[in-house]
């Protein structure tokens, strides 16, 4: 029997085991090391004047591309793909290409009118030390 066995365990461990193949999706933007950044919503920043739409908002660097959204821990870090229903809503609902090369003099709806005051970054994210990128 111990020879019926051997050959059965032999052929076991050479048959092709399914392939596990993981394809990462990822960008670099090349944002300065501090980025200039101002208030569009409540809780969400954009990165001003820049190509893309870049947007920081829960700890986190978000890029709006036309082929999805991607998101990175620092401005010079790698940004990684992100399915659509990870994207915070407030973000995911703003009109598509509207904070591309935006300037804070632009009309944004949150800092002219209602009474509330012009709210603008100052080279990091609100309430983050620079010193953690």
Known sequence: MNKLLLPIAL???LQPS????????????????????VVV?????????????????GGWYWCR?????????????RFDFVE???VPGGMARMEAG??????????SGYHRG???REERGHG????HDHKQY
Do not use: K, T
Not at 18 to 37: D, S, Y
Not at 42 to 50: D, H, W
């Open 114 to 116: 209602e009474g509330r």
């Open 11 to 13: 052929a076991l461990c």
């Open 41 to 57: 919503a409540p809780g969400i920043q954009v990165v001003e004047g820049f190509q893309d739409e870049v947007f920081f908002q």
């Open 65 to 77: 591309r036309p082929d999805g959204w991607y998101r990175g821990r620092s401005p010079r870090a």
């Open 124 to 127: 990091r994210p609100e309430g």
């Open 98 to 107: 509207h904070y591309r090369n935006w300037h804070h003099e632009q009309d």
């Open 84 to 86: 659509p229903r990870r």
């Open 18 to 37: 399914p392939a596990q193949a993981q394809v990462r999706l990822g960008i670099e933007l090349g944002l300065p090391e501090i980025p200039q950044m």
